[in-house]
């Protein structure tokens, strides 16, 4: 939601590829690099931000909150052409300067500050540090992250003591008619020779409008787009097959009307017109459906769900617009061949049109039972997709771990070069309330640690292969499996004061190094280091859809008082406010700089979020396609029932009984069924390799899954063949010679 999107990016750089093949991104670079950028013609603007989680205390508040605040050089919001909704922005000197002063999101304004009035000019403290409100920014405005609710004025140049030393993430305007190799060689070299740790590494740009996507979402947004565009079908189909049962039984009508002198195209213009008035009706419904959904979804959503983007869930008008575009295009596809079938009528044919005798025009049968069985085939392709991601969700939240995250607490904290802050820090949280046990370590799960890719793993096995793997290390001590209770499968734990060279392993490493064989005892050289295994834990697993975020693990031993490392605490009973262990955290004057703390479960939570939304929305398309399938299928077979009633009449003074003529009628619903459901099956199989990315230990030949969607289609054929089958067993022949 920024002016000239297209044209925005976030510049970094990246390391030259490594033996194994991999690379790093630097996402924020050096204060010089950013001068010489900004110096630069190929960018019309070129500023920086960065973000970090801050204790926001307001006066009339009982307790701090946490916040996310972001430090931004001041000409960033005219760069993304943002105006506040209250107040102003701050100034050039007032960013050279860097002022205590402060933009607060609307969120925070009304959420926090309870819709102040006086807002503008109001003091809240930032870390202890007293901060003046100066503007409030628009309700769509989130930068650079969507949790982003405060931001302050920096200058990258010089920062007093009380802002932590950040280098800045530059985010550019391109400036127009430069190619984009052209573009990435001149920020290569002005990079490079403004900053001599940079000498080799090349620029990147990454567009805004492309930041929040990921893996998952990429690969899952193409199905979902799919099954829209499905369900559309099977909507248009229903509604054609029922505007020609419409006009079927307006035959009378039409032949009345070309015995008067209208020709075929005025027929055709007047059914043609019926049904635009009909999609123009359509599509202001879902104009108005679309506003109280959006409208519903702000007010009962969580907002943390809600905000997850840089773009606000509103109504577009360019979605609107093309969305109204396809309703009315579709108005007149669904209406043409029906139009067409159903004024092929002529005054003789009309005479007999009324009679009751009359039966299901040939064209019109074929038609309606084309789209019956197209319908089918598209929910039961809708069902299988559907069925693969509930699976898929349902085995990606219920993996074994292999550890407890409940209760569990972390954040990556700097410490200061002394020989007692790790032990300062680790006795200070554990006097607080509702905190037990305390651990330090390098990385924690599932975020990992040092990863370790490519070739060099040696075991000691002879005539082992040099093997390639790539797997997590993390630097822990004797408590930490303790803490995170992961269970010892064989051989012992870390003592105090353990040999660097001892090493825990997963089971999935030992595996792999030494299949059939006891780890315990055995070794393996990594580069050029050689690791000799203690123990051997229980595999910890990361359940993702995407197999780098799953890797093997072994377990180094970290010696107290590292400068840096990760804080783990496992709460007793209730967990303490996520604000006061920050608060207390930044009391100890050992203590440097806090990153990341929260809840280690909500990284799992995180990580089955878009699984979940996709299998939920995925459900409802399916719902409406098997309600749609269902409807139009009891609307034709109520239809050719009507039609027919004078042979079922006959069939029934013959000495047919009324089951045997239920059974006509179930049995084309059940043929139409079947022949939909083969359809289906086929386009499913190739659905299902699409899908393979975005599914968890699911494949299309479960049988729980065709045991699903056979259910589903037998019952919704039953349920829509059972009033036309039973209006047809109650035919009663004498009432019909009466009416003819």
């Known amino acids: 939601p920024f002016r000239d999107a297209d044209r925005l990016v976030r510049m970094a750089l990246r390391s030259p590829g490594s033996r194994g093949g991999?690379?790093?991104?630097?996402?924020?670079?050096?204060?010089?690099?950013?001068?010489?950028?900004?110096?630069?013609?190929?960018?019309?603007?070129?500023?920086?931000?960065?973000?970090?989680?801050?204790?926001?205390?307001?006066?009339?508040?009982?307790?701090?909150?946490?916040?996310?605040?972001?430090?931004?050089?001041?000409?960033?919001?005219?760069?993304?052409?943002?105006v506040?909704?209250?107040?102003?922005?701050?100034?050039?000197?007032?960013?050279?300067?860097?002022?205590?002063?402060?933009?607060?999101?609307?969120?925070?304004?009304?959420?926090?500050?309870?819709?102040?009035?006086?807002?503008?000019?109001?003091?809240i403290r930032i870390d202890g540090t007293a901060v003046t409100i100066v503007g409030v920014m628009p309700e769509s405005f989130r930068f650079p992250d969507w949790k982003t609710e405060i931001w302050r004025p920096i200058n990258y140049d010089v920062r007093p003591a009380s802002q932590a030393r950040?280098?800045?993430?530059?985010?550019?305007?391109?400036?127009?008619?430069?190619?984009?190799?052209?573009?990435?060689?001149?920020?290569?070299?002005?990079?490079?020779?403004?900053?001599?740790?940079?000498?080799?590494?090349?620029?990147?740009?990454?567009?805004?409008?492309?930041?929040?996507?990921?893996?998952?979402?990429?690969?899952?947004?193409?199905?979902?787009?799919?099954?829209?565009?499905?369900?559309?079908?099977?909507?248009?189909?229903?509604?054609?097959?029922?505007?020609?049962?419409?006009?079927?039984?307006?035959?009378?009508?039409?032949?009345?009307?070309?015995?008067?002198?209208?020709?075929?195209?005025?027929?055709?213009?007047?059914?043609?017109?019926?049904?635009l008035i009909l999609g123009g009706a359509g599509v202001a419904a879902g104009i108005a459906a679309a506003w109280l959904l959006?409208?519903?979804?702000?007010?009962?959503?969580?907002?943390?769900?809600?905000?997850?983007?840089?773009?606000?869930?509103?109504?577009?008008?360019?979605?609107?617009?093309?969305?109204?575009?396809?309703?009315?295009?579709?108005?007149?596809?669904?209406?043409l061949l029906p139009a067409w079938i159903g004024t092929r009528v002529s005054a003789t044919h009309a005479s007999r049109a009324e009679s009751r005798a009359a039966t299901e025009p040939r064209a019109a049968r074929i038609f309606t039972r084309v789209m019956l069985v197209g319908e089918i085939a598209l929910t039961c392709t809708l069902l299988v997709g559907t069925a693969l991601l509930v699976l898929s969700f349902v085995r990606l939240s219920s993996v074994d771990r292999g550890l407890d995250t409940r209760g569990l607490i972390s954040a990556w904290v700097s410490l200061a070069r002394t020989e007692t802050a790790q032990a300062t820090v680790e006795e200070t949280l554990r006097a607080m309330p509702g905190i037990g046990q305390v651990v330090a370590s390098e990385g924690v799960p599932p975020d990992g640690s040092a990863i370790h890719f490519g070739d060099g793993w040696m075991p000691d096995t002879p005539g082992s292969p040099n093997l390639t793997l790539t797997a997590n290390s993390y630097g822990v001590g004797p408590d930490f499996f303790d803490v995170y209770r992961i269970p010892l499968v064989r051989g012992r734990m870390f003592e105090a004061n353990e040999d660097p060279a001892h090493v825990i392993v997963g089971e999935q490493i030992a595996a792999i190094?030494?299949?059939?064989?006891?780890?315990?005892?055995?070794?393996?050289?990594?580069?050029?280091?050689?690791?000799?295994?203690?123990?051997?834990?229980?595999?910890?697993?990361?359940?993702?859809?995407?197999?780098?975020n799953d890797v093997p693990e072994f377990y180094r031993y970290r010696a107290p008082g590292s400068r840096a490392g990760r804080i783990t605490m496992r709460c007793i009973g209730r967990c303490p406010e996520i604000a006061q262990v920050r608060q207390t955290l930044a009391?100890?004057?050992?203590?440097?700089?806090?990153?990341?703390?929260?809840?280690?479960?909500?990284?799992?939570?995180?990580?089955?979020?878009?699984?979940?939304?996709?299998?939920?929305?995925?459900?409802?398309?399916?719902?409406?396609?098997?309600?749609?399938?269902?409807?139009?299928?009891?609307?034709?077979?109520?239809?050719?029932?009507?039609?027919?009633?004078?042979?079922?009449?006959?069939?029934?003074?013959?000495?047919?009984?009324?089951?045997?003529?239920?059974?006509?009628?179930?049995?084309?619903?059940?043929?139409?069924?079947?022949?939909?459901?083969?359809?289906?099956?086929?386009?499913?199989?190739?659905?299902?390799?699409?899908?393979?990315?975005?599914?968890?230990?699911?494949?299309?030949?479960?049988?729980?899954?065709?045991?699903?969607?056979?259910?589903?289609?037998?019952?919704?054929?039953?349920?829509?063949?059972?009033?036309?089958?039973?209006?047809?067993?109650?035919?009663?022949?004498v009432e019909l010679l009466r009416d003819a």
């Open 22 to 82: 991999g690379y790093t991104i630097f996402g924020s670079v050096s204060p010089a690099v950013l001068a010489a950028w900004r110096q630069s013609p190929i960018f019309t603007d070129v500023q920086a931000a960065h973000g970090d989680t801050s204790v926001v205390g307001v006066s009339n508040e009982l307790a701090p909150v946490e916040r996310d605040v972001a430090f931004a050089t001041p000409r960033l919001f005219p760069m993304l052409g943002v």
């Open 84 to 123: 506040p909704l209250r107040g102003r922005l701050y100034s050039d000197d007032e960013g050279r300067e860097n002022a205590d002063i402060a933009l607060v999101s609307a969120q925070f304004w009304r959420k926090v500050l309870a819709n102040d009035p006086g807002v503008i000019g109001r003091s």
């Open 166 to 275: 950040q280098d800045p993430t530059p985010y550019a305007r391109l400036a127009a008619d430069v190619p984009q190799a052209d573009l990435l060689a001149q920020a290569s070299s002005l990079a490079q020779n403004a900053d001599p740790a940079m000498a080799k590494n090349l620029a990147v740009i990454q567009p805004i409008a492309g930041l929040r996507s990921g893996t998952y979402l990429d690969r899952a947004t193409p199905f979902l787009a799919g099954g829209v565009v499905l369900v559309f079908l099977v909507l248009c189909a229903n509604v054609a097959t029922l505007l020609l049962a419409q006009l079927s039984n307006r035959a009378r009508e039409f032949g009345m009307c070309a015995a008067l002198g209208a020709s075929r195209p005025r027929l055709m213009r007047q059914a043609l017109t019926e049904s």
């Open 294 to 335: 959006v409208t519903l979804t702000r007010r009962w959503l969580p907002n943390a769900f809600l905000l997850q983007t840089l773009n606000p869930i509103d109504l577009d008008p360019r979605a609107l617009a093309v969305a109204s575009g396809v309703g009315i295009a579709a108005a007149i596809a669904a209406g």
């Open 513 to 548: 190094l030494w299949p059939d064989l006891d780890p315990i005892g055995r070794s393996f050289a990594l580069g050029k280091q050689r690791f000799t295994v203690v123990g051997l834990v229980k595999e910890i697993r990361h359940p993702s859809l995407d197999p780098l």
């Open 587 to 733: 009391a100890l004057p050992d203590v440097r700089s806090i990153y990341g703390l929260g809840p280690i479960e909500d990284a799992y939570t995180d990580e089955i979020a878009r699984p979940k939304a996709a299998a939920v929305l995925a459900l409802v398309f399916a719902g409406i396609a098997v309600v749609a399938a269902g409807g139009g299928l009891f609307g034709v077979l109520s239809y050719a029932v009507g039609r027919r009633r004078r042979e079922f009449g006959i069939r029934a003074s013959l000495g047919a009984r009324p089951a045997e003529l239920s059974r006509l009628v179930l049995g084309e619903g059940a043929r139409l069924a079947i022949a939909g459901v083969v359809l289906g099956s086929l386009a499913a199989w190739g659905l299902a390799r699409v899908l393979s990315a975005v599914v968890y230990d699911v494949t299309i030949g479960e049988p729980l899954i065709w045991t699903g969607v056979a259910t589903i289609v037998a019952a919704t054929t039953i349920a829509a063949c059972w009033a036309p089958a039973r209006r047809a067993s109650r035919v009663d022949p």
